[in-house]
């Protein structure tokens, strides 16, 4: 396809200038476009397709960036990305270097609020909102949410309080789980353009301001005025919640009808007061396999052939032999299934993200998704405990920590003994500082009564899963998005005493304390100083808390000069910070280096790419025990 128009939009001010058309064929070559570069690079492709209309639309209708857009999530903002002068740089779109898979401020002014974490959005724009009333300022202001996020206490919260206020806010509900039917779908279309037309809502407010002016009996008139307006709605509207909440309620639309979107969008963008479009979406639209498969397509692979295609089908990934942390969960969590009736799994909308597609699959009736709230999710778990049950809760490293009063109060506090299972710990890789699991050690840690570990693979991971499951208070077990490098299908588990260390290689010169899969990396490392007459202890730190004390002593007592710790997570708070702290009050005398994530955001590029940047790899390992050890001049 010829780009005609995409390639001239350098900001929103371009789409302005162009015919009803010209906005359609734009349309299409966004969709064409951004099927063509994220087949090949790889990135969120269904959300996107799904509003190339509404975004559009929205660059159309408002005035950008003076008018505050602010998206939920991000995996939608693609095409808000192309439309807002960044159409050079998007094939480099979550690589390393690039820009940035999700909305971020530093990255353009049309980036009003960063978005990583769903259901933010209604509460941010609330807060530009009331700055505009506070600055005495005349923009207007608009979030565009998910009928996923809205299942997250958040924007119900902000919805709850924007009603309260009563002042200008527009809430995009882009809804892409409903089907338009014909005749519900036109009714409603014809609804909505009577009720948001100024005329009508002008009208409407003068013939209730007139009732003001009436006698006694003024009172019965309103309330049967509006006992009707109600009454109305509830047959025609599905948005009497809404309207309770102080919304005016418009919609539903089909948010592929360009022109019906932008006819509604400047009916109703001067309404000075909270409103809420409800706009119907297909994820995937545009390219038949994403349309039938949305959550396959939710993200993609880079697969280095363009397919830019509509019809065509993506080429086949190969998968690696050995499972990923994500498949062996799953797998585990089916065979404990199969062997403890007691247990059931719990996940925050990621079934599949968190592997447990087939659990699903298997025991329908011991499986619960609560949506995007993981605050409820880890309460929820919490009070199937103390009845007997062991719940095991898969949530995401980073969206684990939105839970983190949950965890405390109505887990540990109690002695609960509920499993957390963090995927997608340490490096995310493209996805960048929201999504990676930088902080779950620090903040577990300074939790007490929890059990915290992290297995070096799959094998080690079913050890430490029937541990827990034997243990008799709240266990969280982390691990990255990676291979599990290791694992038997079908395997005895070795159950493990808590807070137990295994001495993986023995050795004199320095010993490295390493967590999870970075086991492997130290024991590269040390076979390869071996080399090189200097002796290096491995040991698989699995439990970071409690830690090995006994082993830690051994340390002090051999006179060892040197350790390294290395862990996937923030230095600040981390396990080498609790290592550290244990030895010099139990009169270490040597050199202790922590390696892992700085005190900084660590942005998105591939895991390799990351764990170089930060000396995580082979060589940044060797290198640092080098240093430590004074004989990098020698070595170099």
Same mark, same amino acid.
């Given at each position: 396809?010829?780009?005609?128009?995409?390639?001239?939009?350098?900001?929103?001010?371009?789409?302005?200038?162009?015919?009803?058309?010209?906005?359609?064929?734009?349309? $299409?070559?966004?969709?064409?476009?951004?099927?063509?570069?994220?087949?090949?690079?790889?990135?969120?492709?269904?959300?996107?397709?799904?509003?190339?209309?509404?975004?559009?639309?929205?660059?159309?209708?408002?005035?950008?960036?003076?008018?505050?857009?602010?998206?939920?999530?991000?995996?939608?903002?693609?095409?808000?990305?192309?439309?807002?002068?960044?159409?050079?740089?998007?094939?480099?779109?979550?690589?390393?270097?690039?820009?940035?898979?999700?909305?971020?401020?530093?990255?353009?002014?049309?980036?009003? *609020?960063?978005?990583?974490?769903?259901?933010?959005?209604?509460?941010?724009?609330?807060?530009?909102? $009331?700055?505009?009333?506070?600055?005495?300022?005349?923009?207007?202001?608009?979030?565009?949410?998910?009928?996923?996020?809205?299942?997250?206490?958040?924007?119900?919260?902000?919805?709850?309080?924007?009603?309260?206020?009563?002042?200008?806010?527009?809430?995009?509900?882009?809804?892409?789980?409903?089907?338009?039917?014909?005749?519900?779908?036109?009714?409603?279309?014809? *609804?909505?353009?009577?009720?948001?037309?100024?005329?009508?809502?002008?009208?409407?407010?003068?013939?209730?301001?007139?009732?003001?002016?009436?006698?006694?009996?003024?009172?019965?008139?309103?309330? *049967?005025?509006?006992?009707?307006?109600?009454?109305?709605?509830?047959?025609?509207?599905?948005?009497?919640?809404?309207?309770?909440?102080? #919304?005016?309620?418009?919609?539903?639309?089909?948010?592929?009808?360009?022109?019906?979107?932008?006819?509604?969008?400047?009916?109703?963008?001067?309404?000075?007061?909270?409103?809420?479009?409800?706009?119907?979406?297909?994820?995937?639209?545009?390219?038949?396999?994403?349309?039938?498969?949305?959550? @396959?397509?939710?993200?993609?692979?880079?697969?280095?052939?363009?397919?830019?295609?509509?019809?065509?089908?993506?080429?086949?990934?190969?998968?690696?032999?050995?499972?990923?942390?994500?498949?062996?969960?799953?797998?585990?969590?089916?065979?404990?299934?199969?062997?403890?009736?007691?247990?059931?799994?719990?996940?925050?909308?990621?079934?599949?993200?968190?592997?447990?597609?087939?659990?699903?699959?298997?025991?329908?009736?011991?499986?619960?998704?609560?949506?995007?709230?993981?605050?409820?999710?880890?309460?929820?778990?919490?009070?199937?405990?103390?009845?007997?049950?062991?719940?095991?809760?898969?949530?995401?490293?980073?969206?684990?920590?939105?839970?983190?009063?949950?965890?405390?109060?109505?887990?540990?506090?109690?002695?609960?003994?509920?499993?957390?299972?963090?995927?997608?710990?340490?490096?995310?890789?493209?996805?960048?500082?929201?999504?990676?699991?930088?902080?779950?050690?620090?903040?577990?840690?300074?939790?007490?009564?929890?059990?915290?570990?992290?297995?070096?693979?799959?094998?080690?991971?079913?050890?430490?899963?029937?541990?827990?499951?034997?243990?008799?208070?709240?266990?969280?077990?982390?691990?990255?998005?990676?291979?599990?490098?290791?694992?038997?299908?079908?395997?005895?588990?070795?159950?493990?005493?808590?807070?137990?260390?295994?001495?993986?290689?023995?050795?004199?010169?320095?010993?490295?304390?390493?967590?999870?899969?970075?086991?492997?990396?130290?024991?590269?490392?040390?076979?390869?100083?071996?080399?090189?007459?200097?002796?290096?202890?491995?040991?698989?730190?699995?439990?970071? @808390?409690?830690?090995?004390?006994?082993?830690?002593?051994?340390?002090?007592?051999?006179?060892?000069?040197?350790?390294?710790?290395?862990?996937?997570?923030?230095?600040?708070?981390?396990?080498?910070?609790?290592?550290?702290? #244990?030895?010099?009050?139990?009169?270490?005398?040597?050199?202790?280096?922590?390696?892992?994530?700085?005190?900084?955001?660590?942005?998105?590029?591939?895991?390799?790419?990351?764990?170089?940047?930060?000396?995580?790899?082979?060589?940044?390992?060797?290198? @640092?025990?080098?240093?430590?050890?004074?004989?990098?001049?020698?070595?170099?």
């Amino acid at each position: 396809m010829q780009l005609k128009y995409l390639p001239n939009i350098k900001s929103p001010k371009d789409i302005k200038k162009l015919d009803s058309d010209a906005l359609h064929t734009l349309c $299409e070559e966004l969709r064409f476009y951004t099927i063509n570069t994220i087949t090949e690079i790889g990135g969120h492709l269904a959300p996107t397709l799904g509003v190339i209309e509404l975004t559009t639309a929205l660059h159309y209708v408002y005035n950008t960036p003076e008018d505050k857009l602010v998206w939920d999530v991000g995996h939608q903002a693609y095409a808000h990305k192309l439309l807002t002068g960044r159409f050079e740089e998007f094939p480099s779109i979550r690589q390393y270097g690039g820009l940035s898979g999700f909305l971020k401020r530093s990255e353009s002014e049309f980036d009003v *609020f960063g978005a990583g974490h769903a259901s933010t959005a209604i509460s941010a724009a609330l807060g530009m909102s $009331e700055a505009r009333y506070q600055n005495k300022k005349d923009y207007k202001v608009v979030s565009v949410i998910g009928d996923g996020a809205m299942t997250g206490g958040l924007a119900f919260e902000a919805i709850n309080n924007a009603g309260h206020l009563g002042r200008q806010i527009t809430v995009i509900l882009n809804d892409n789980e409903m089907s338009i039917s014909p005749n519900v779908g036109a009714i409603s279309k014809y *609804f909505t353009r009577l009720i948001s037309n100024p005329t009508y809502n002008k009208l409407k407010q003068e013939a209730w301001g007139m009732t003001k002016k009436l006698p006694l009996a003024k009172g019965t008139i309103q309330s *049967f005025l509006s006992r009707l307006d109600k009454s109305i709605k509830n047959i025609i509207v599905p948005g009497m919640l809404f309207e309770e909440m102080g #919304f005016r309620y418009f919609g539903p639309i089909d948010g592929h009808d360009l022109n019906e979107v932008i006819k509604t969008l400047e009916m109703i963008k001067d309404l000075d007061r909270p409103v809420l479009l409800h706009v119907l979406t297909k994820k995937g639209k545009g390219m038949s396999v994403a349309e039938d498969n949305p959550v @396959k397509y939710h993200g993609v692979k880079a697969n280095g052939n363009s397919n830019g295609s509509t019809n065509g089908k993506a080429s086949k990934i190969k998968k690696n032999s050995i499972p990923s942390f994500q498949d062996v969960f799953g797998h585990l969590a089916c065979e404990v299934a199969d062997l403890r009736k007691d247990t059931v799994c719990i996940t925050a909308a990621m079934r599949e993200g968190t592997g447990l597609v087939p659990y699903e699959k298997k025991f329908k009736d011991r499986y619960y998704d609560v949506g995007i709230a993981e605050g409820h999710a880890v309460t929820f778990s919490a009070g199937l405990a103390t009845q007997g049950i062991r719940p095991i809760v898969a949530i995401y490293s980073t969206f684990l920590q939105r839970a983190f009063d949950h965890i405390v109060h109505d887990v540990c506090v109690q002695n609960l003994p509920v499993i957390f299972c963090m995927d997608r710990a340490g490096i995310a890789g493209e996805d960048g500082p929201t999504h990676h699991g930088a902080l779950d050690i620090a903040y577990f840690r300074c939790i007490q009564g929890i059990v915290l570990a992290a297995p070096k693979n799959g094998n080690e991971f079913r050890d430490l899963l029937y541990t827990a499951l034997n243990h008799s208070g709240p266990v969280g077990i982390r691990y990255p998005k990676f291979s599990s490098i290791e694992f038997d299908e079908v395997g005895q588990a070795n159950l493990l005493p808590i807070g137990s260390w295994d001495v993986e290689k023995k050795g004199d010169d320095l010993v490295i304390l390493a967590l999870g899969p970075m086991v492997y990396s130290a024991l590269k490392v040390a076979e390869e100083l071996n080399t090189q007459n200097i002796s290096v202890e491995v040991v698989n730190c699995r439990f970071i @808390k409690p830690m090995d004390n006994s082993y830690l002593k051994t340390i002090v007592s051999r006179s060892i000069n040197n350790v390294l710790t290395i862990e996937e997570g923030v230095i600040e708070g981390g396990f080498g910070d609790g290592v550290s702290s #244990f030895l010099v009050e139990n009169g270490f005398k040597g050199k202790l280096k922590r390696l892992g994530l700085p005190d900084s955001y660590v942005q998105h590029g591939s895991r390799s790419q990351i764990l170089s940047q930060l000396s995580l790899d082979d060589s940044g390992i060797k290198t @640092k025990v080098l240093e430590l050890i004074d004989e990098v001049k020698e070595f170099h």
